[in-house]
């Protein structure tokens, strides 16, 4: 858990700030947004403005620092950092669209996940009507089908190679991409806000909406996050509860990537079936343990809602022994094959430094070499204790990223299996609800980042809390934004029509997660 | 007599009927395979073992409305019956025996190959005149395929034409009775009509097989129609009964692939004890099946991956081939 | 060469027995923490309304002094026995899928008793709702 330090700046002195704390080592933007203050807030009390917020991590000394340059509510303008981080172009995006922040100096300032002919009311804002709202939907969404709509390729939405509600609207020239920019946005559903109207508890149902496929991680952030902001320490059990779920749930993710993403991209039917056949192995653990097979509403603040079930270890050990008996076998046929070995070699290749300029994270960031696990680096003591192993490759391109998915799978059926046999006895949540009094559980004025990996990458939670049983604010850093962002920015470098499935496979974006 | 009449021959059998039925057959057997292979039941539920579940979506997908594109050209209609036709041409070449053949002259394997040659130009033209860009990127990639596969096609043939000295047919099936003499004791005691060029030339077998799943675009050699990237590719607007016309004519030409190995590389008709039109069936079903098993168990390429294998690979292994086959030819004295 | 391998293990799945399980002949084992619908001890409810108030989606509604569920917008998350201060509600696990209505007004409904019966089938619960909580 990641508790950070606050650096005070002005617009004016923001661009040179950023680059001498890159410079210190702060090399990774996790994100670019905004807390909105009325004056009627209890946070600060008469404060009338609107913070913009950029965390930046130190990915050495796993450091947080957090940015903020108060603006007035008015007029807020601050420029684009993306000289310094390229990364930063679609959170701008974001911040200009959802907080009415205008950019100075940005590339390409239109909506990103609003519809392009959205009026100037700010849904963030804490002051937003939904009445106000009037959508123009004659503006067209993408800059590129503004001159010539008959000549946009669209990757997206309806595309079968497109991975549900993402994509791109594409300029070819025969098979080669000249330009390319991403429609996103069609699953928003303004998850922060929805996390500002729950109470603490409900949000744990919200939360983990984020991303279907890996749900866990995201109540077990919010969960974090929460915990921290009481002060409560968890029971070791508990701790040891939610390792196991987080990690049934990334290996359920990592099936489903492998089988009807990656292996779909290649239309390769047999791998598709398999893995959607040995997930179910998984998703009856899950089932067993939290009653549920896709969202779990498992964790909570305080620790998890049941104890673990009679007979789970030797189940467990049944389904998972069996998947690693598996396991050979998929990496025989599908990153030992020559016609994937061949599409996946150098697909989307990224260096380090680019890599984290562009803020990928996740299983993308560690096929690159750079062996920065959040599960390591935010020292949540369990993976320390149970000998956790960060797998990384070095390629930097698809079949790089596939084999870290691939390790990373071993790594977890070894980290639940050890989990399962070091349970210690006890509690499996701290003390902490009373039940009449649960809608109204208050959590103290403050603020914190919570930050875990989720299957897909780097994922964080900053809240800040006003003193009532509802958040006032929940910044959710979904890592498939990020690495979207990276997914057109090596289109726009140069690529091919035949590439584009394969890419976003193996990026293992998310829509739900990208659009939060 | 009826049965002997070009008109039986045309709709009955080999024709339209017989095609029609092996076809629905073939859908279902490709399912069954496929759905085997993914660990699934597959079509269960429609007569017996699903059987007529092919019957059913066939009559499903003709009672649909047909959604004609608004600015599709007029050609819009004749596009995939044309292509139909083309494979009925294919069908008609055929040799299901050497009474069983539609069409048969001195040079039907040129023929043959003039058939293939224009199919890929229909599937352009039917993603051409739909007016949708999935079905010109689909058309282009059917041009980028021919250009890997029809060279290659060709160079598979020859040897087959160099050791029966026919380029008929039904002349290259009765080149597989003359056989150099010492093998003929042992292997006319199982083939009645002598050595199958597969037996003497199995590099030239595989490389065939290869050929043909090129050319019927069939699983790593799919791309028109590969979903992920160019959706349906040429024939993405297509639905309904224009579908079902493309669907059948798709199985109907993977169909007379395996018949044409059958015919090149493993006796066409001939089969002991079996009526011959029936044992060109048969073996030509076991081809289908190795075909569709290879189908399903591959992923597809990619187009620039697909080009250096056809050119850097496959080609230089058909000429050496056919070098083979002289070599072959002089030192057993091939006649 | 490489391709050798994938090519002999689809030859083996061939020959394997598939793993589909054929839903409405068989039906696996659910785990008893499977949450499928509510039930509701009339006995031991407070009428404190804590489950409507917890609830994220708004499903579950106070009609004359009991939750009565709106299955439309229910996820199935059990955070209202979680708030529960008496454990009146709970949720039972069925093999069946047994929400299915015709028309999506027919899912506004009454919880069901604890051992699966309904309590009052004839009691119209809101005016939008003629039919009654059938099941």
Not at chain 1, 96 to 101: A, K, N, Y
Request: hydrophobic share 45%.
């Amino acid at each position: 858990m990641a508790s950070f330090e606050k650096i005070a700046a002005s617009p004016e002195t923001l661009v040179d700030t950023m680059r001498g704390l890159k410079a210190s080592g702060f090399t990774f933007l996790e994100f670019m947004s905004a807390v909105d203050y009325i004056p009627k807030n209890r946070v600060e009390p008469g404060a009338n403005r609107i913070d913009a917020t950029y965390m930046l991590w130190n990915p050495a000394a796993n450091e947080q620092k957090m940015v903020v340059v108060p603006l007035s509510r008015d007029n807020p303008s601050v420029p684009t950092v993306m000289p310094v981080w390229e990364g930063a172009n679609w959170h701008e995006r974001e911040a200009h669209e959802l907080f009415g922040i205008d950019i100075k100096g940005h590339p390409n300032p239109r909506h990103l996940l609003l519809a392009e002919g959205w009026n100037d009311t700010y849904p963030l804002r804490k002051d937003f009507n939904v009445d106000d709202v009037e959508i123009d939907w004659n503006v067209p969404t993408s800059k590129l089908a503004e001159g010539n709509p008959e000549r946009v390729y669209h990757f997206a939405v309806q595309h079968p190679g497109a991975h549900g509600p993402q994509g791109f609207d594409l300029l070819l020239n025969g098979n080669t991409i000249v330009d390319a920019e991403a429609r996103i946005g069609y699953v928003h559903r303004t998850l922060e806000k929805i996390g500002e109207q729950r109470n603490y508890y409900q949000n744990i149902l919200n939360m983990e909406r984020g991303c279907i496929m890996c749900g866990m991680p995201y109540i077990d952030v919010w969960a974090r996050a929460v915990e921290e902001l009481l002060g409560v320490e968890v029971p070791e059990k508990a701790k040891y509860l939610r390792l196991i779920a987080v990690e049934l749930n990334r290996l359920s993710s990592h099936l489903l990537w492998m089988g009807p993403q990656q292996g779909g991209d290649f239309a390769y039917m047999p791998v598709m079936m398999w893995a959607i056949g040995d997930r179910e192995k998984v998703l009856d653990l899950l089932e067993a343990l939290t009653g549920g097979r896709i969202t779990f509403a498992y964790i909570r603040p305080g620790g998890v809602r049941w104890d673990i079930p009679e007979g789970f270890r030797d189940m467990a050990e049944k389904n998972l022994r069996y998947l690693e008996y598996r396991l050979p076998m998929y990496e025989e046929m599908m990153f030992r094959q020559p016609i994937i070995k061949e599409r996946l070699t150098g697909l989307g290749k990224l260096t380090p430094g680019e890599a984290v300029g562009l803020g990928v994270s996740g299983p993308s960031l560690r096929a690159t070499g750079v062996a920065h696990d959040t599960r390591k680096d935010a020292h949540i003591p369990i993976y320390e204790d149970l000998g956790f192993r960060i797998v990384t490759q070095t390629g930097g391109d698809g079949w790089a990223r596939g084999m870290v998915r691939l390790g990373e799978m071993k790594e977890s059926i070894r980290l639940i299996l050890d989990a399962l046999d070091r349970l210690p006895p006890g509690n499996s949540e701290a003390d902490l609800f009373n039940r009449k009094a649960m809608p109204w559980m208050k959590v103290p004025v403050g603020e914190t980042y919570a930050v875990t990996e989720s299957c897909r990458g780097r994922l964080g939670i900053h809240l800040v809390s006003d003193g009532t049983n509802k958040a006032y604010r929940t910044k959710i850093r979904g890592p498939s934004f990020s690495n979207m962002y990276a997914v057109e920015h090596i289109l726009k470098k140069g690529s091919y029509l035949y590439d584009i499935p394969a890419l976003i496979g193996s990026m293992d974006t998310c829509p739900a997660d990208m659009d939060r | 007599m009826l049965a002997d009449s070009l008109l039986f021959k045309l709709f009955v059998f080999p024709g339209t009927v017989f095609s029609f039925i092996i076809v629905l057959f073939l859908f279902w057997w490709w399912r069954k395979i496929g759905a085997s292979i993914q660990s699934r039941y597959g079509p269960k539920h429609v007569g017996p073992a699903g059987t007529l579940q092919t019957i059913a979506d066939v009559v499903k997908l003709i009672t649909k409305e047909s959604i004609v594109p608004e600015r599709a050209s007029r050609w819009f209609w004749f596009m995939p019956v044309f292509s139909f036709v083309l494979s009925f041409l294919f069908l008609s070449l055929i040799p299901f025996s050497d009474h069983w053949v539609i069409i048969d002259f001195d040079a039907s394997l040129i023929m043959l190959f003039a058939v293939m040659a224009i199919e890929p130009l229909f599937i352009f033209l039917v993603g051409w005149v739909s007016y949708n860009k999935y079905g010109v990127a689909g058309g282009e990639r059917a041009g980028i395929q021919m250009l890997a596969y029809e060279v290659f096609l060709a160079l598979t043939f020859v040897p087959v034409i160099m050791l029966s000295h026919s380029w008929s047919l039904v002349g290259i099936v009765y080149g597989q009775g003359v056989s150099p003499t010492w093998a003929s004791p042992v292997l006319h005691t199982f083939v009645d009509r002598g050595v199958w060029f597969g037996l003497v030339q199995p590099l030239a077998l595989v490389l065939s097989i290869i050929a043909v799943m090129m050319a019927t675009e069939k699983k790593p050699f799919n791309l028109p129609h590969a979903e992920p990237e160019v959706i349906y590719g040429s024939s993405t607007e297509y639905g309904g009964p224009f579908y079902a016309l493309q669907m059948l004519s798709q199985f109907l030409m993977g169909f007379l692939g395996a018949g044409l190995i059958t015919t090149l590389y493993l006796g066409g008709w001939a089969l002991p004890s079996v009526p011959p039109a029936l044992g060109f069936v048969l073996k030509t079903l076991v081809v289908g099946t190795i075909i569709i098993w290879l189908e399903h168990s591959l992923p597809a390429m990619r187009v620039p991956h697909l080009l250096e294998v056809a050119w850097r690979k496959l080609v230089p292994l058909a000429f050496l081939n056919i070098f083979i086959t002289l070599i072959i030819m002089e030192v057993l004295g091939w006649a | 060469m490489g391709l050798i391998k994938p090519l002999l293990y689809t030859l083996r799945e061939l020959f394997k027995r598939p793993i589909t399980v054929k839903y409405p002949y068989e039906k696996r084992d659910i785990s008893p923490r499977v949450r499928n619908i509510h039930t509701l001890d009339r006995d031991t409810c407070q009428h404190c309304g804590i489950c409507a108030r917890m609830c994220p989606n708004n499903v579950l509604k106070m009609v004359d002094g009991y939750p009565t569920a709106d299955y439309r917008y229910c996820s199935f998350c059990g955070i209202c026995l979680d708030a529960c201060p008496t454990g009146s509600i709970q949720m039972i696990h069925t093999q069946e899928h047994n929400i299915v209505r015709a028309y999506q007004k027919d899912l506004y409904m009454e919880l069901l008793s604890p051992d699966g019966t309904i309590y009052n089938p004839d009691a119209p619960h809101s005016e939008d709702n003629e039919t009654g909580g059938v099941l």
